[in-house]
C-alpha cells in the first residue's frame, strides 16, 4: 500500500518570505514524486516531478522539492514567495509509470500575507 | 493547443434528478480520467478510461456513476439519481502513453439542493 501525507491544512507566509511545504510517503520501493498547483477555480497544474537522479529538481515559477529516500519526503521549497503563489499544493505519488495509479496528498492551501 | 475543456463549469440539481457532465480531453491523449474533490476527501478516482475502454469504475462510485467516453475526444459523467451527498467538484483530466502527468480541466461545481 501506498500514500501520502501533507501535515500541514494551512500555510501562511509573509510576501517575500521562503518557504517549504511538508509532503511525507509511504512505499517501500522508489516511487516517482509530483507537485501539483490548483489556483482558485481551476485545475491541477504540474509544478515539477521527480522520477530519480539528482533529488532536487527544479520546477516552474522558481519552485523546487527535494526528494530524500532516507527520510520518505519530498518537501517543496521556493526562497520568495509572491502573492500569485497563493493556491493549494498537493503532493502526489506514483509506484509506477503511468498516470492510473496517483496516490494524492489531502493538499496544503498556502496564503500570502502582504 | 487546448487544454483539457469540462462543461458545465457550474452546476445546480434538486435531489433525485439526473445530471450529465462533459469532458474533452487534450487532442493525442489516449487515458482520461475523471475525479472527485472534496475538502474533507480530497481527490478520489471515479472511472479511468484508456483508448477509450474503461479500465476502472471506482468502486464505491459504482451504483449512481456512470462514465462513458463516446470516442477519442468526449466523454461524459453521468450521476443518477443526485443526492446531497455528490456536491463537490468533478474533474476530468487526460494523459498519454506512460506519462505520469495529468493535464486537469477546471472542474465543473456541482450542488445538489
Known amino acids: 500500500a501506498q500514500s501520502v501525507t501533507q501535515p500541514d491544512a494551512r500555510v501562511t507566509v509573509s510576501e517575500g518570505a521562503s518557504l517549504q511545504l511538508r509532503c511525507k510517503y509511504s512505499?517501500?520501493?522508489?516511487?516517482?514524486l509530483f507537485w501539483y498547483v490548483q489556483y482558485p477555480r481551476q485545475g491541477l497544474q504540474l509544478l515539477l516531478k521527480y522520477y530519480s537522479g539528482d533529488p532536487v529538481v527544479q520546477g516552474v515559477n522558481g519552485f523546487e522539492a527535494e526528494f530524500s529516500k532516507s527520510n520518505s519526503s519530498f518537501h517543496l521549497r521556493k526562497a520568495s514567495v509572491h502573492w500569485s503563489d497563493s493556491a493549494v499544493y498537493f503532493c502526489v505519488l506514483s509506484a509506477v509509470e503511468g498516470a492510473d495509479r496517483l496516490t494524492f496528498g489531502k493538499g496544503t492551501q498556502l496564503i500570502i500575507q502582504p | 493547443d487546448a487544454g483539457v475543456t469540462q462543461t458545465p463549469r457550474h452546476e445546480v440539481a434538486e435531489k433525485g434528478q439526473t445530471i450529465i457532465l462533459k469532458c474533452e480531453p487534450v487532442?493525442?491523449?489516449?487515458?482520461l480520467f475523471w475525479y472527485r474533490q472534496t475538502k474533507i476527501q480530497g481527490l478520489e478516482l471515479l472511472s479511468y478510461?484508456?483508448?477509450?475502454?474503461?479500465?476502472?469504475d471506482g468502486g464505491a462510485f459504482k451504483d449512481r456513476f456512470k462514465a462513458e467516453m463516446l470516442n477519442s475526444s468526449f466523454s461524459t459523467l453521468k450521476i443518477q439519481p443526485t443526492e446531497p451527498k455528490d456536491s463537490a467538484v468533478y474533474l476530468c483530466?487526460?494523459?498519454?502513453?506512460?506519462?505520469?502527468?495529468?493535464?486537469f480541466g477546471a472542474g465543473t461545481r456541482l450542488s445538489v439542493l
Open positions: 478510461f484508456r483508448s477509450k475502454s474503461l479500465m476502472e
Open positions: 483530466a487526460s494523459s498519454w502513453g506512460r506519462q505520469n502527468t495529468l493535464y
Open positions: 487532442s493525442g491523449h489516449n487515458d
Open positions: 512505499y517501500s520501493g522508489t516511487p516517482y
